[in-house]
Each structure stands twice: as C-alpha cells, then as structure tokens.
C-alpha cells in the first residue's frame, strides 16, 4: 500500500547550521509533496510544497528537492534558528486522483541548540 | 480571514460511548479532510468531504464516520469507543479543487477514552 518513509526520526544541531530531512515515497502516482511543521501543542502548519512538475523549490531558508526517479523528496533548512525547533512531517499525494488524502512520513524532531 | 476551527478542543469518553467532532473551514474551503494523530501511528488519513460527499477514505473500521454539510462544516462520530481511539482529531480544509490544494489544519480535538 501507499507509504511514506522518514529519516531521520530525530536531528539535533547548532544554531546556525544546517538541517536535511528526506523521505522516500512507495506510490509511483504520488505527485505533490507537502512539508509541515508542529510546534508542541499546536497544529501542523505548512512550510513549503512542491509538485511533481519542478525538482526543486525555496523559500527564504527553506528548500525542498524532489527525485521523481528515485522516489525521494528532501526538506533543506539553511542557518537554522532555536524557534526552527519541531517536529516536521513530510506528505505525499495523488492529485487529482488522490485528492487531499495525505500519507505522511513518521515524523522528525528537530532541536536546534543555541 | 479565519482559520480552520475544531470543536471542542477537549473531549473524555469512556469505553462504549460515542462521540461527534466538528470543524469549520476557511471560509471558500469546500474540501474537509480527518486525521488521527497518535504517538504510536503518527498522522493518518481518515476521510475526506468535498460538497457534502465522501470523496477519500482511509483504512479504519466503520466506527468512525463523518459527515459535511451545505455549509462545509463537517463532523466526524466515532461509535463504540476504544482505549485505542484516544489521539488527537484533527481536520484540515482545502479548496479541494485545481484552484488550490493546500491543507490548513485546526488545532484538533484531543479524546481521551478511559
């Protein structure tokens, strides 16, 4: 069945460097990957997405790559901050199939130390 | 504009009873999708409403259930509760359509079933 894989489940680093995180995908019709961050208490918020379509996307500090042979998608934070701190999840979906089905990865825990 | 609600935030059940959730999409949002979040199972699909239809389900028992409304507003009920179906409810809206499919979630709905 459809998966999504997540690695690592937990990143620790000093502020100021940076932070990859990279899932890897089982659906070969999965075509837009969503990134979220959760805050501890609070509800997943959407960071940066990508479609199939492009192989890489920025935003400020953030990048996100997709390897469509490979089946894999990465999550860059450059000069990571102490509010960087969460836990991030990576998605995957079919659209327009899939609709708004998301599979998310497990999960990775970022601590950023000052 | 206002984001995604959930109510109530907080809900304690036991065994056998059974429960509604409700959530209220940004306004123009015509898509709600449900999520459990769990520590053991990480965040998974339950189903998705788009214009008062069902549109995506995923891989629970019939227990759990929802429904939209004209408005958008969807709920979720979960029947014959189970210790295991303590987690944290949370729902997401989208456009659902070409338009846009990015997924804001509310801040969830945390049961606890003793």
């Known amino acids: 069945g459809e998966n999504v894989e997540q690695h690592p489940s937990t990143l620790s680093v000093q502020e100021g460097d940076s932070a990859v995180i990279k899932c890897t995908y089982s659906?070969?019709?999965?075509?837009?990957f969503p990134w979220y961050k959760q805050e501890l208490g609070k509800r997943p918020q959407l960071i940066i997405d990508?479609?199939?379509?492009?192989g890489e996307k920025k935003d400020q500090r953030i990048a996100v790559t997709l390897n469509k042979t490979a089946k894999h998608f990465s999550l860059h934070i450059t000069e990571t901050q102490p509010e960087d701190s969460a836990v991030y999840f990576c998605?995957?979906?079919?659209?327009?199939?899939?609709?708004?089905?998301?599979?998310f990865g497990a999960g990775t825990r970022l601590a950023v130390h000052p | 504009k206002a984001g995604v609600t959930q109510t109530p935030r907080y809900l304690i059940k036991t065994r056998g009873q059974q429960v509604t959730l409700s959530c209220s999409p940004i306004?123009?949002?015509?898509?709600v999708s449900w999520y459990q979040q769990t520590p053991g199972q990480g965040l998974q699909f339950l189903f998705e409403?788009?214009?008062?239809?069902?549109?995506n389900k995923g891989n629970f028992p019939g227990r759990f259930s929802g429904r939209q409304f004209s408005n958008s507003r969807s709920e979720m009920n979960v029947s014959t509760l189970e210790l295991g179906d303590s987690a944290l409810y949370l729902c997401?809206?989208?456009f659902g359509t070409g338009k846009g499919n990015e997924q804001f979630f509310g801040p969830g709905t945390r049961l606890t079933v003793l």
């Open positions: 997401a809206s989208s």
């Open positions: 659906d070969s019709a999965s075509n837009y």
């Open positions: 990508i479609r199939s379509n492009v």
């Open positions: 998605a995957a979906s079919e659209l327009p199939g899939g609709y708004n089905k998301l599979i």
């Open positions: 306004s123009g949002h015509r898509s």
């Open positions: 409403y788009f214009s008062e239809t069902q549109r």
